[in-house]
């Protein structure tokens, strides 16, 4: 079993909405949230990422007694004044601080006034670091080339998508932590290939492939995904998303007999930004 909970993350997306093309259970009850974060903090696991957009999930988990034990991670629209967000989510989330607030969009940090406001968020106490969730490199590399002072950046990283990583030991060198999402592509490796919109036509063998050697060689899927992540130390913590009591407890159930495979996921890279990138999919519904 994984020993070391520190570089995890709880995603809380399926706490407030139906989330994710493989989630068979929809929104999150209320009582079994609670019973994943009090399981969370009985295991070490100890960092939650949110949103204001993610409907009531932020309402959700204030009603647990415990979520002042969490480091909590908000995200704020483009929209959206990042201190009107942010005291919003204190108010329901039933806080005094978070620990970082993040832009949940790239085109949020290039306003100067936006990251005014964060920097002065920041030194009254009320969030301890500051961020962006990027979905491109590009957004990267203009952040690197402005030297705009941030705390953290949180991408997309998993077997597939690993357009960010040659940019990791840059954000080490800045002291900027990194937090990675999309460990399962919204659930995307789940999908029985039968199952799979002809829109991943393309991908089909490679999902399959993953599919068929963790069966071949005893191990669960998401198991093998989320080891393949943890194995780049860059990486400070990796998000995972939670559609059930069950599921979240198999997910975290990892050994070390898992380190016999990793390896073999090294090789499935994907370029495309149509498969990698949820935002640009088209499924026939």
């Not at 979520?67 to 204190?90: C, Q, R, T």
């Not at 964060?118 to 080339?145: A, M, N, T, W």
């Not at 009591?245 to 495979?261: A, M, R, V």
């Amino acid at each position: 079993m994984l020993k070391n909970f520190s570089r995890l993350g709880i995603g809380t997306a399926q706490f407030g909405m139906n989330y994710g093309i493989n989630n068979k259970f929809g929104k999150v009850k209320r009582d079994i949230v609670y019973k994943i974060l009090a399981h969370a903090l009985d295991v070490g696991l100890n960092l939650i990422d949110t949103a204001s957009s993610y409907k009531d999930a932020e309402k959700v988990l204030g009603g647990f007694e415990q979520i002042a034990n969490f480091k909590i991670v908000s995200k704020f629209l483009n929209n959206e004044d990042p201190e009107d967000s942010l005291y919003s989510s204190l108010k329901k989330l039933k806080v005094k601080k978070v620990y970082a607030l993040l832009a949940h969009r790239f085109e949020s940090i290039k306003d100067d006034f936006v990251l005014s406001k964060l920097s002065s968020l920041k030194q009254r106490g009320l969030c301890d670091k500051i961020g962006v969730s990027l979905y491109y490199p590009f957004e990267l590399e203009y952040i690197l080339h402005k030297d705009i002072e941030l705390d953290i950046v949180q991408v997309p990283y998993n077997v597939f998508d690993r357009r960010f990583e040659k940019y990791f030991s840059v954000l080490k060198s800045r002291g900027i932590e990194i937090h990675s999402r999309s460990v399962f592509l919204q659930g995307l490796f789940f999908l029985k290939p039968e199952e799979l919109d002809p829109w991943f036509k393309d991908v089909k063998h490679k999902i399959k492939l993953l599919q068929d050697y963790a069966e071949e060689k005893g191990v669960i899927l998401a198991q093998l995904l989320l080891g393949w992540v943890l194995k780049n130390k860059s990486i400070d913590r990796v998000i995972i998303g939670v559609d059930s009591y069950e599921q979240f407890l198999t997910n975290i159930e990892l050994n070390h007999s898992l380190l016999d495979h990793l390896n073999f996921l090294d090789n499935f890279s994907e370029n495309r930004e149509k498969i990698i990138v949820p935002s640009l999919w088209r499924l026939r519904r």
